[in-house]
C-alpha cells in the first residue's frame, strides 16, 4: 500500500528563520510531487510542485527532491506569521490519478 | 475567475437522509476529484473523474456516488448517510495529465 508520511508537528520556528518541512513516501515509482498549504478552517493551496532530483526554488519556497531516499521537502526561507499553517506532501505515482496526500505538518511562526 | 465552488458549505443531516454535494470549476479542467478529509488524517480520495463522460473508485468510495454531469460540474451523492460519514468535503480540478490540483472550500458535513 503507498504510504506518505509527515511528522505531525507542531513545528515552532521563530519569524525570520528558516522552516524545514519533510515527507517520505513508500513507492519507487513515484513521479510528482507536491507541496499543499492549508490554514484552518480553509482548503488546501498548492503552493510547490517538483518532478525531478534536485532543488526547485520559487520565492521564499524551495522544494527538495531525493528519489533514491524516497524523501522530499520544503524549506520556507524568512518564516513569517502568516506562513503558520498546515503543510500537506502530496504524491502522485505514475500514469494515475490517485494522488496520495500526507497528513500534514502544522507549522507556528512565531513573531 | 471563480475556480472550484462547491455548494453548500455547510450541512447536517440526520442518519438514513441522502444529499448531493454540488462542484463546478471555470478552469477549463478536464479532471475532477472528491475528498474528504478527517482531523489528523490527510486527504482521502473519494471518486475521480479523469475526463468528462468517466468516473472511478478512489481509495474510500463505499457509501457515495458521484456523476459527472458535464466538463464544469462534478456532483457527489450520500444515499443513505451514516455518522462515519461526518467529515469535510473537497471537491478538487486539474488539467488531465497534471496532476496540480485546485480546491475548492469544502462542505463541512455532520451527520447526527
Known amino acids: 500500500q503507498k504510504e506518505v508520511e509527515q511528522n505531525s508537528g507542531p513545528l515552532s520556528v521563530p519569524e525570520g528563520a528558516i522552516a524545514s518541512l519533510n515527507c517520505t513516501y513508500s513507492?519507487?515509482?513515484?513521479?510528482?510531487f507536491f507541496w499543499y498549504r492549508q490554514y484552518s478552517g480553509k482548503s488546501p493551496e498548492l503552493i510547490m510542485s517538483i518532478y525531478s532530483n534536485g532543488d526547485k526554488e520559487d520565492g521564499r519556497f524551495t522544494a527538495q527532491l531525493n528519489k533514491a531516499s524516497q524523501y522530499v521537502s520544503l524549506l520556507i526561507r524568512d518564516s513569517q506569521p502568516s506562513d503558520s499553517a498546515t503543510y500537506l506532501c502530496a504524491v502522485n505515482w505514475a500514469g494515475g490519478f490517485k494522488t496520495i496526500f500526507g497528513a500534514g505538518t502544522r507549522l507556528f511562526v512565531k513573531a | 475567475n471563480a475556480g472550484v465552488t462547491q455548494t453548500p458549505k455547510f450541512q447536517v443531516l440526520k442518519t438514513g437522509q441522502s444529499m448531493t454535494l454540488q462542484c463546478a470549476q471555470d478552469?477549463?479542467?478536464?479532471?475532477m476529484y472528491w475528498y474528504r478529509q478527517d482531523p489528523g488524517m490527510g486527504l482521502r480520495l473519494i471518486y475521480y473523474?479523469?475526463?468528462?463522460?468517466?468516473?472511478d473508485k478512489g481509495e474510500v468510495p463505499n457509501g457515495y456516488n458521484v456523476s459527472r454531469l458535464n466538463k464544469r460540474e462534478f456532483s457527489l451523492r450520500l444515499e443513505s448517510a451514516a455518522p462515519s460519514q461526518t467529515s469535510v468535503y473537497f471537491c478538487?480540478?486539474?488539467?488531465?495529465?497534471?496532476?496540480?490540483?485546485?480546491f475548492g472550500p469544502g462542505t463541512r458535513l455532520t451527520v447526527t
Open positions: 478538487a480540478s486539474s488539467q488531465q495529465g497534471d496532476y496540480e490540483q485546485y
Open positions: 473523474s479523469a475526463s468528462e463522460g468517466t468516473t
Open positions: 478552469m477549463n479542467h478536464n479532471s
Open positions: 513507492d519507487r515509482g513515484s513521479q510528482s
